[in-house]
C-alpha cells in the first residue's frame, strides 16, 4: 500500500519515487488516506506574528489542497479608468500573505499557500502550482489542477493559452505535456486525453460536440471514475495535442454562442490519462538470478496509472447574482451547486468526516477518484486588481481562505467552526493575540530594539576599524613604494654617473696618450731612410689606432646597453607604483562601499526605530484603552453602560471579526435590539466615559458601508459632527472624526457634510490636534470631501485646502499620504472642471500656496504620499493657466522626471504626455 513520501516532495523539485498500482480513490477510506500524512507539528510554520501558514515542504502532500493566488495586471480599461486609485489588493509574495482594502483605513490579510503577483511568469505558476502534481500522476497519483475566479480574472490565461505567438505564455495544460511527454517512453507507456464540458448539469465532449449528455460511470469496486462515452484520444507528440485542445477551444466557442452563454458559465476538463509500464519487482529478481528465465516472460508487466485532471471552473462572480446580467436562474443554480458542492467535498474530506458528498454535482462525481485520497491538489485562485471589483474578489479570496484553511484546521483546533473562521484571517487572530499580550509584545519588542542597537553599534564598530586597518595599510604600502623607488632611482642615477664620468676620464687618457705620440712623431723634416722608418711607424700607429676605436666602440655600446637596463629598471619601477596607486583606488572604493553600507544600517535603524515608536504608541493606547474597559467593567460591569450597548459593542466587534460568516446577527436585527436612535442619543450623554464608548460604537458601524446609511438618516452625521464642536476629548474627537472621513466615502453624504458646515468643523479640529491619528482621520475626511466636482469651490472658500496644508506641521508619513490624497483628489476634478470649460484660470491649490509643499514632496520615499502628489502634478499640468507657476515652482522638472522614473507605468505615461502636449513646458524644455 502507498505511503505519501510527502516530506521529500518539495515545488516539484524533487519527485518521490513510489511505485503503486493504483492511488487510493476518495472513497476507498478517507480518513484512513488523510490521516496517513507523514505531518508532525514541525510541519508547520508560524510566523512571527503567531498566524499559521503552509509548511514549505508539504507541497506535495496527498489530500492536502493547496492554493495558489494569482493577480492579474490591470488590463487597458483598467489603467484608464482607475488609473487614480489604488488596486483594492496588495501582494506581499515573501510572506504569502493578501491584503484586501476595505476602506482607505483599514485592511484584511489572507494568507496563501503561494502568492503570485502580476509580474509572475507563467512558468513560474506552472512550477508552483502545476509541476507537483503532474510529477506526482506521472508517478501513478491522481491529481487536480483548478482554477476559480471572476470571469476576465486569468482562469483559461493560467491553464489554457496555447502560447503559439509567444512560447513564455505557455499556460498549464501545454506545458503539463510537455512534462509528461518527456518523462514517458511511448514505446511502452501511452497518454490519452478526453476534453469535456460542464454545463448545466451535462456533460458534452469538447472533441466531438454531438456526444452531449455523457454519463459518468464509477467502478464499484475500485472507485474509479470513468467515462466511456467521451472521446479518448492518443496523444503522441506535443502537436497533435495543441491541435486537439485547439479544437476544443473551438467546440467550446461554438457551443456556448449557440447556448447564447459565456464560457465561463461552464466548467471546461481536459483529463489526461498516463499509462506507464513498470518492471515488476519479482521479474527482475528472478531474472537476476537466472532461476527461470520464463517467469520473467509469463509474468504481466505491472501498469502504473495515473489521471490528471484540469478544470476551468466557472465565473466565481456568477454564483450570488441569479437573475442578473443575463443569465438563467436555472444557469446560476447550476454553478452554485456545482461550486458550493466542490467546496462542501473538501470540507468532508479534510474534516475526515466519513460521509464526502460526492454525489451532490457532477462535477465532484467527475471528480471524485481525484482529489483526496492519495490525490495531490491544487486550486489557483485567480483575481482582478481593480477597486470596483472589491466585493468578488472578497468573495473569490474567501472560497481559496475555506480550502487552504481547512488542512490545518485538523492539527489545529478539531474543528471548532470559531477557530475556523479565525483562522481564516491572519489580522484577526493577531488582534485576539494582542488582547492577551500587548505587555509582553511591548518587552519583546525593548528586547528587540535593544539586540538591533547593540548589534548595530556592534557592526559600526568593526566596519570603522576595518576602514582604520584599510586606509592604513594602504598608507604604509604607498610609502613603502615610494620609497623604494626614489632609493632605486638614486641609486641608478649614481650609478650611472659614476659610469659615465670613468668612460670620459677613460677616453680623454686614451686621448692625452695619442696626442702624445702623433705630435711625437710630426716633428723633424727627414731624410729618405728615415722616411721608410717612418711610414713602418705610421703603419703600426695606424693599426693601434684602429684597435683603440674598436675598444671605444665596445665601451660605448657597454655603456649603452647599462643605460637601456637602468631604463628598464625606471620603466618596471613606474609599472609598480601605478600597480600601487590603483590598488589605492580599490581600496577606496572599497571604503566608500563599507561607509555607505554604513549609512544604509544608520538609516534601517532610524526606520526600525520610528517603527517600533509607532508601535509604542500604537500599544499604549491599546493599553489604555483596555484598562479603561477593564476599569469599566470592575466597576460592575453596566455601572453606567447600559447592558444591551454594552452586547452591542461586542456584537459589533465579533461581526467585525468575523466578516463571511453565515451566522453573524445582521446588523438589521442588533438595530432592532438596541435601537440606533438610543446609541446616538448616547453621543450627548453626560458622562465622557459613555460618549466615548458610544462614538465608537458608531465608528465601527460606520466603518461597513451598508449601514452608512442608516446612520444618517438616524441623525447619526449630525451628532458626530456636533461632537466634534462641543467635546474637548482627543478619543472622540479621533474617532469621531474617523466616522465622518468613513460617511464621506458617499457622495450624499458628502453633501451633508458641507451643508452641516463640516469643513469648518473639520478645520479647527485639524488646527487644534496634536496627535497624528486624529489628524490622519480629518485629513482623510478632507481628501474624501476633495473628491466631490460638485463641492470644489465651497470647500476652498471655507478653508478646505488650507486646513489641508495646514496639517502637514505633523510630519507623520501617514498624514502626509491623506493629505497628499486630498491634492489628488481635489487637482482631478479641477482638471475635469477645466476641460468642461466650466473652470477657467489657474488652480485654487496654487491659489492658496499648495504649490511648493508639492514640488517638495514629489520624490517623497513614502509610496503612498509620492503616488498621490505625482497625480496632483499630473492633473495640475494639464491646464495651461498653470503652466507658469509650475515652471517657476519648479514642478516641471518633477513632471520631466516623472514621465522619466515614475514606477507606475500609467503615471509616466500620462506625464509624459502632459509634457508634450503644453506648448509653455515644451517652450521652457527647449529654453534650457
Ligand atoms: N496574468 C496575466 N497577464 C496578462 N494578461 C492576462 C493575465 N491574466 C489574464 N490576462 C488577460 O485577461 C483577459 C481575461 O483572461 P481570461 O480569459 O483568461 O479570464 P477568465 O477568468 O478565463 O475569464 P472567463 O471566465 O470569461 O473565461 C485575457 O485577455 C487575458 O489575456
Known sequence: MATSGGGSYRNGTHRNSLKVDRPFSMNSNPKTSVKSKPLSSSGLRRSSTGSIGAAKDDAGVPGRVRVAVRLRPRNTEELVADAD????????????????????????????????????????VYEVVAKPVVESVLDGYNGTIMAYGQTGTGKTYTLGRLGEEDTAARGIMVRAMEDILADVS????????????????????????????????????????SLPGANLVEIRDQKSFVELLRLGEAHRFAANTKLNTESSRSHAILMVHVKRSVKGKHSALSSEKGSNLHMKTLRPAIVRKGKLVVVDLAGSERIDKSGSEGHTLEEAKSINLSLSALGKCINALAENSVHVPVRDSKLTRLLKDSFGGTARTSLVITIGPSPRHRGETASTIMFGQRT?????????????????????????????????????????????????????????????????????????????????????????????QRDYMESIKKL??????????????????????????????????????????????KLLQKESLLRKAAEEEVNSLKSQLAQWKRSEASGNSEIIKLRKMLEDEALQKEKLEGEIAILHSQLLQISSEADETRRRLDRGGSGKVPGDLDSLFSQVKLQQQEPGNGEKASVAKLFEQVGLQKILSLLESEDSDLRIHAVKVVANLAAEETNQEKIVEAGGLTSLLMLLRSSENETIH??????????????????????????????????????????????????????????????????????????????HPDVLAQVARGIANFAKCESRASMQGTKTGRSLLIEDGALPWIVQNANNEASPIRRHIELALCHLAQHEANAKDMISGGALWELVRISRDCSREDIRTLAHRTLTSCPAFQAEMRRL
Open 508 to 553: 680623454e687618457e686614451q686621448l692625452v696618450k695619442n696626442q702624445q705620440k702623433h705630435g711625437f712623431e710630426k716633428v723633424p723634416v727627414r731624410s729618405e731612410d728615415d722616411c721608410s722608418a717612418l711610414t713602418s711607424n705610421t703603419e703600426s700607429s695606424k693599426i693601434s689606432a684602429v684597435e683603440e676605436v674598436s675598444e671605444l666602440k
Open 85 to 124: 486609485f489604488a488596486d483594492c489588493v496588495e501582494l506581499q509574495p515573501e510572506l504569502k500573505r493578501l491584503k484586501l482594502r476595505k476602506n482607505n483605513w483599514d485592511s484584511d490579510t489572507y494568507e496563501f499557500d503561494e502568492v503570485l503577483t502580476e509580474f509572475a511568469s507563467q512558468k513560474r
Open 734 to 811: 479621533r474617532v469621531a472624526a474617523g466616522a465622518i472621513a468613513n460617511l464621506a466615502m458617499n457622495e450624499t453624504n458628502q453633501e451633508l457634510i458641507m451643508g452641516q458646515g463640516g469643513i469648518g468643523l473639520l478645520s479647527i479640529t485639524a488646527a487644534n490636534a496634536e496627535d497624528p491619528q486624529t489628524l490622519r482621520m480629518v485629513a482623510g475626511a478632507i481628501a474624501n470631501l476633495c473628491g466631490n466636482d460638485k463641492l470644489q469651490m465651497k470647500l476652498r472658500g471655507e478653508g478646505g485646502i488650507k486646513a489641508l496644508l495646514g496639517m502637514v506641521r505633523c510630519r
Open 186 to 225: 511511448l514505446e511502452t507507456d501511452s497518454i490519452s486525453v478526453s476534453y469535456l464540458q460542464l454545463y448545466m448539469e451535462t456533460i458534452q465532449d469538447l472533441l466531438d460536440p454531438a456526444n452531449d449528455n455523457i454519463p459518468i460511470v464509477e467502478d464499484s469496486k475500485t472507485g474509479d471514475v
Open 404 to 496: 487552504t484553511s481547512i488542512f490545518w484546521m485538523m492539527f489545529l483546533c478539531a474543528g471548532t467552526s470559531i477557530v475556523w473562521f479565525r483562522a481564516m484571517k491572519v489580522e484577526n487572530m493577531l488582534k485576539l493575540k494582542e488582547e492577551f499580550d500587548y505587555k509582553s509584545l511591548s518587552r519583546g519588542l525593548d528586547i528587540q530594539l535593544d539586540k538591533l542597537i547593540s548589534e548595530h553599534e556592534r557592526q559600526q564598530k568593526a566596519f570603522e576599524n576595518e576602514i582604520e586597518r584599510i586606509t592604513t595599510e594602504a598608507q604604509n604600502r604607498i610609502s613603502e613604494v615610494e620609497r623604494n623607488y626614489e632609493d632605486a632611482l638614486e641609486e641608478e642615477r649614481v650609478k650611472y
